[in-house]
């Protein structure tokens, strides 16, 4: 269905043609997530364009063409197509997750229009824009809220939980739920803080504003699909605040809804929880979830240099769900970031990379991460700004920047790492153009093999014909002749070539018996420590 974009008709006739023009205007079908990769974005952090210190979208446009220059043939951009932009609504807060007006772009980064003219200029590109939606709770802030806690005949006090005592009730973290207020002698429930009082699903109201929220996005902003916050816990019933009946029920309704306004959207939910309460919110309510267990078990791989954790939430994910309804990540604006939990070790965030790039799912990348960005809790500090160039600013802000930056801006940046073709950059692109490019990385199913140790990583990814086939060492050993095999239907029978598909030498010849078994061979002489290697399987003569 065609968006009417209120900006479009005059970007068209005033700028000048796009890198992307002749490609596509606008982001056709759902096929788009095929061999994909999504960029997750904290404006606020991204770019400034004004010098006040604070990343705006108008900074964000001047940064697009790094995300995705639109051209297919060039090479030097990330090569997303989608970005995931932290919440962009009003709010009193730096990061945005306590929303004081959902119609308005947060003022700190522009206004509606700059809003529309970014997401022009991202369909330009091939990008699309999904936004943080949060639904569960408002800033204490709000309108609405201060009306329900000043007025007891507001009509919005059934928007909220009120409380004549306190019930005493604790999170599922041991926090308080219940705070006092500051009006009345009655307590108002708020799962994440005083400053964010929880929405109350169970009036019909709140539901239809989610609707009109959704439909405000959609429709007037012109974006292509939400990233939904916290959805674990927007109903509480029975004493049940997350997971529970009622949650299910309203995401329900909210997806019929968000699919009758845009039918092509994409929603992705956080439900950071295990993979069994994930797999509850399937297969009727959102598009896809994030999968923390595979988060995990990839870093813990890198980081334990063993392989054994790393298939079983994979496989768990790939028998219950298609590719493309779960996304796979390092980490993300709520954890430490990889390369400081990976002890600064640029040559395992490489490998972690390549774990996360040539497994199944959809991928989201954390900005700053492609170029190794340290930062540890407190939040703010894994919120830094991003490091563009080297010097006071690091092409974030000619102005004093809104937090101050990592260290480690001295030594990481895109300028640097663009002109190093053994950068984390140079690999993360790579990676990413190669499986935008290549099916079985796109598509194909994960089928673990054996390598005799758990010091070694090897499966492939399977399509019709063949597919890829990766290896890589998870220690920092050396690792000699390592002996890849298979259980038996692995491959149809025959003599597969081993292309390599990393700049690397090709591999040894690969033969499958008649029960489809790998016979017992060596790929590679030998694997340095953290190297990853990756190949095409090529059918040939016997
Ligand atoms: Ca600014
Ligand atoms: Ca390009
Ligand atoms: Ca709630």
Same mark, same amino acid.
């Given at each position: 269905?065609p /968006?009417?974009?209120?900006?479009?008709?005059?970007a =068209?006739?005033f700028l000048?043609p796009?890198?992307g023009a002749? #490609?596509?205007?606008?982001?056709? &079908?759902?096929?788009?997530?095929?061999?994909?990769?999504?960029?997750?974005?904290?404006?606020?952090?991204?770019?400034?364009?004004?010098?006040?210190g604070?990343?705006?979208? /108008?900074?964000?446009?001047?940064?697009?063409?790094?995300?995705?220059?639109g051209?297919?043939?060039?090479?030097?951009?990330?090569?997303?197509?989608c970005?995931?932009?932290?919440?962009?609504? #009003?709010?009193?807060?730096?990061?945005g997750? !306590?929303?004081?007006?959902?119609?308005?772009v947060?003022r700190?980064? &522009?206004?509606?229009?700059?809003?529309?003219?970014?997401v022009?200029?991202?369909?330009?590109?091939?990008i699309?824009?999904? *936004?943080?939606?949060?639904?569960?709770?408002?800033?204490?802030?709000?309108?609405?809220?201060?009306?329900?806690?000043?007025?007891?005949?507001s009509?919005?006090?059934? +928007?909220?939980? @009120?409380?004549? *005592?306190?019930?005493?009730?604790?999170?599922?973290?041991?926090?308080?739920? %219940?705070? /006092?207020?500051e *009006?009345?002698?009655?307590y108002?429930? &708020?799962?994440? %803080?005083?400053g964010?009082?929880?929405?109350n699903?169970?009036t019909?109201a =709140?539901?239809?504003?989610?609707?009109r929220?959704?439909?405000?996005?959609l429709?007037?902003?012109?974006?292509?699909?939400?990233?939904?916050?916290?959805?674990?816990?927007?109903?509480?019933?029975?004493?049940?605040?997350?997971?529970?009946?009622?949650?299910?029920?309203?995401?329900?309704e909210?997806?019929?809804h968000?699919?009758r *306004?845009?039918?092509?959207a994409?929603?992705?939910?956080?439900?950071?929880?295990?993979?069994?309460?994930?797999?509850?919110?399937?297969?009727?309510?959102?598009?896809?979830h994030?999968?923390?267990?595979?988060?995990?078990?990839?870093?813990?791989?890198?980081r334990?240099?063993?392989?054994? &954790?790393?298939?079983?939430?994979?496989?768990?994910?790939q /028998?219950?769900?298609? +590719?493309?309804?779960?996304?796979?990540?390092?980490?993300?604006h709520d954890?430490?970031?990889?390369?400081?939990?990976l002890?600064?070790d640029?040559?395992?965030?490489k490998?972690?990379?390549?774990?996360?790039?040539?497994?199944?799912?959809?991928? @989201? =990348?954390?900005?700053?991460?492609?170029?190794?960005?340290?930062? !540890?809790?407190?939040?703010?500090?894994?919120?830094?700004?991003? #490091?563009?160039?080297?010097?006071?600013?690091?092409? @974030?802000?000619?102005?004093v920047? +809104?937090?101050?930056l990592?260290?480690?801006?001295?030594?990481?940046?895109?300028?640097?790492?663009?002109?190093d073709?053994g950068? $984390?950059?140079?690999?993360?692109?790579?990676?990413i153009?190669?499986?935008?490019?290549?099916?079985?990385?796109?598509?194909g199913?994960?089928?673990?093999?054996?390598?005799g140790? !758990?010091?070694?990583?090897?499966?492939l990814?399977?399509?019709?014909?063949?597919?890829?086939?990766v290896?890589?060492?998870?220690?920092?050993?050396?690792?000699?002749?390592?002996? =890849?095999?298979?259980?038996?239907?692995?491959?149809?029978?025959?003599?597969y070539?081993?292309r390599? $598909?990393?700049?690397?030498?090709?591999?040894?010849?690969?033969?499958?018996?008649?029960?489809?078994?790998?016979?017992p061979?060596?790929?590679?002489d030998?694997?340095?420590? @953290?190297?990853?290697?990756?190949?095409?399987?090529?059918?040939?003569d016997?």
């Amino acid at each position: 269905m065609p /968006r009417r974009h209120p900006f479009a008709l005059l970007a =068209v006739l005033f700028l000048p043609p796009g890198p992307g023009a002749a #490609q596509e205007t606008t982001p056709a &079908g759902s096929g788009w997530k095929s061999g994909a990769v999504c960029y997750e974005i904290f404006v606020r952090s991204f770019r400034d364009s004004d010098g006040d210190g604070i990343g705006d979208l /108008r900074g964000l446009i001047e940064k697009l063409d790094y995300v995705n220059d639109g051209d297919p043939a060039t090479e030097d951009d990330l090569g997303a197509r989608c970005i995931w932009l932290m919440p962009v609504a #009003q709010s009193p807060s730096y990061h945005g997750y !306590d929303v004081t007006d959902y119609y308005h772009v947060e003022r700190d980064y &522009g206004t509606n229009d700059d809003f529309k003219l970014l997401v022009f200029e991202a369909h330009r590109r091939g990008i699309r824009v999904l *936004v943080d939606l949060v639904l569960n709770h408002v800033s204490s802030e709000h309108p609405y809220f201060q009306d329900a806690l000043l007025h007891p005949d507001s009509p919005y006090r059934d +928007w909220f939980v @009120f409380s004549p *005592v306190d019930r005493q009730d604790e999170s599922p973290w041991g926090s308080r739920v %219940w705070h /006092r207020s500051e *009006v009345r002698d009655e307590y108002y429930y &708020g799962l994440f %803080w005083s400053g964010m009082p929880d929405l109350n699903y169970h009036t019909p109201a =709140v539901r239809e504003e989610a609707k009109r929220i959704a439909s405000f996005w959609l429709d007037e902003m012109g974006v292509d699909g939400f990233r939904l916050d916290a959805i674990p816990f927007l109903i509480e019933e029975d004493g049940i605040v997350q997971h529970a009946p009622g949650t299910h029920d309203v995401l329900r309704e909210l997806e019929a809804h968000i699919r009758r *306004v845009s039918p092509d959207a994409f929603t992705i939910g956080e439900v950071w929880d295990s993979t069994g309460a994930m797999l509850s919110y399937y297969p009727d309510q959102l598009d896809a979830h994030f999968a923390f267990e595979v988060s995990d078990a990839i870093l813990e791989a890198v980081r334990s240099g063993s392989a054994e &954790g790393l298939f079983p939430p994979i496989l768990r994910l790939q /028998r219950e769900l298609p +590719w493309d309804r779960w996304s796979p990540f390092l980490r993300n604006h709520d954890q430490t970031r990889t390369m400081t939990f990976l002890g600064g070790d640029v040559v395992k965030a490489k490998l972690a990379a390549v774990l996360l790039l040539t497994l199944p799912g959809l991928p @989201f =990348v954390y900005y700053g991460e492609e170029i190794g960005m340290t930062g !540890d809790k407190p939040d703010p500090r894994i919120r830094t700004p991003m #490091q563009w160039t080297r010097g006071p600013g690091v092409g @974030f802000t000619g102005g004093v920047a +809104w937090e101050p930056l990592q260290p480690d801006s001295l030594t990481a940046d895109v300028e640097a790492e663009e002109g190093d073709p053994g950068s $984390l950059l140079a690999l993360y692109r790579r990676l990413i153009h190669l499986r935008a490019d290549n099916e079985a990385l796109a598509v194909g199913e994960l089928v673990p093999l054996s390598a005799g140790t !758990d010091r070694v990583a090897a499966y492939l990814r399977r399509i019709a014909g063949g597919g890829v086939l990766v290896i890589a060492n998870l220690g920092a050993e050396r690792v000699a002749g390592a002996m =890849v095999s298979s259980a038996g239907g692995a491959l149809p029978a025959g003599r597969y070539a081993l292309r390599s $598909l990393d700049g690397g030498p090709s591999g040894e010849p690969l033969i499958v018996d008649g029960g489809g078994h790998i016979r017992p061979f060596v790929p590679v002489d030998g694997l340095g420590g @953290f190297e990853g290697r990756m190949f095409q399987l090529v059918e040939s003569d016997p």
